[in-house]
């Protein structure tokens, strides 16, 4: 993930929150923290100043006023955001105008909307876009109806869905939302350019944002697949860096040899394929038989 996508996804999540987010939650609610506790601490320290750069007010203050522990933690309050005018001298409002006109939103209406990162430009400033940052038709209706807590009712793989929004992110190259699905009953994740329908928004205030902060999703947990719970084997050689990335509660069995029997939850299957294909003959898949079916095929047609 380049760092453009993580600023994306930082802002949406400090704009969401609901109370100061410490740095270590963010970390985790935030996809590209990753490494050592100083790497993560330095890339959020140099993250955060440029926002701050940007004319994005984002507010440190304390997780729990009432703990008495002093923990920091860090939000962007929306009336503050959203102000047209930030209150900044003639050359920081200059430098503000001039970010926002290197960032170009492809594809989608409302390019104006960027500008309030640092007010709108007064006139021509002469400088070419350098950056594009890939945009959809869909996006303005949706960052509507998540804010507003309006379901939005949209065609996905012919089918109509009903979902109530709950945030926008940008990976490798593509919008997704995610909330809840009404006719599954879970969260689901939706790419917005295979959206078959242009997304229609109820009433405002039609639904309740979880209180609990989401998880970090694999991969191969943001498709819209039908759900499967997948068993693999992994040999003794992968099996610590397994189950440090996947986690604890994922491993079903652990054998003498040092192997161990995962079990994930797969909604995307191409992506569950390329994370067993880069563990090489280090893993297999050991059901359900048509998942393994599917994987051995697939290896095939590479062959």
């Not at 109370?19 to 959020?44: C, I």
């Not at 079990?263 to 067993?276: E, G, H, I, L, Q």
């Amino acid at each position: 993930m380049n760092r453009l996508e993580r600023l994306i996804n930082l802002v949406a999540a400090l704009l969401d929150a609901d109370r100061p987010l410490s740095r270590h939650e963010l970390s985790v609610l935030v996809p590209g923290y990753d490494g050592s506790e100083q790497s993560v601490r330095r890339a959020f320290e140099r993250d955060k100043e440029a926002l701050r750069a940007m004319g994005i007010p984002v507010v440190t203050e304390l997780v729990d006023p009432e703990a008495g522990d002093g923990l920091e933690g860090y939000r962007i309050p929306r009336e503050q955001y959203e102000l047209p005018d930030p209150g900044l001298a003639p050359d920081e409002l200059a430098a503000l105008h001039l970010a926002a006109t290197m960032v170009q939103l492809e594809g989608a209406p409302g390019q104006e909307a960027l500008w309030k990162l640092g007010g709108a430009p007064a006139g021509p400033t002469g400088v070419a876009n350098l950056v594009a940052l890939r945009g959809d038709a869909h996006l303005a209706v949706l960052f509507a109806a998540i804010g507003e807590r309006r379901a939005v009712t949209f065609r996905y793989r012919g089918e109509a869905r009903t979902v109530d929004p709950y945030r926008l992110s940008f990976r490798n190259g593509f919008w997704y939302l995610a909330g809840r699905d009404h006719g599954r009953d879970e969260e689901r994740s939706f790419r917005l350019d295979r959206m078959e329908s242009a997304p229609d928004a109820g009433p405002a205030g039609s639904f309740e944002r979880p209180t609990a902060r989401p998880e970090r999703l694999q991969p191969w947990e943001m498709g819209d697949d039908e759900a499967v719970d997948v068993r693999v084997e992994v040999d003794a050689d992968q099996a610590a860096w397994v189950v440090d990335q996947l986690g604890e509660g994922t491993v079903e069995e652990r054998r003498p040899d040092g192997s161990v029997i995962v079990c994930v939850r797969v909604t995307s299957r191409p992506a569950f394929r390329s994370f067993v294909l880069g563990l090489l003959d280090h893993a297999v898949v050991l059901g359900p038989e048509d998942v393994r079916a599917e994987m051995v095929d697939w290896l095939k047609n590479i062959a």
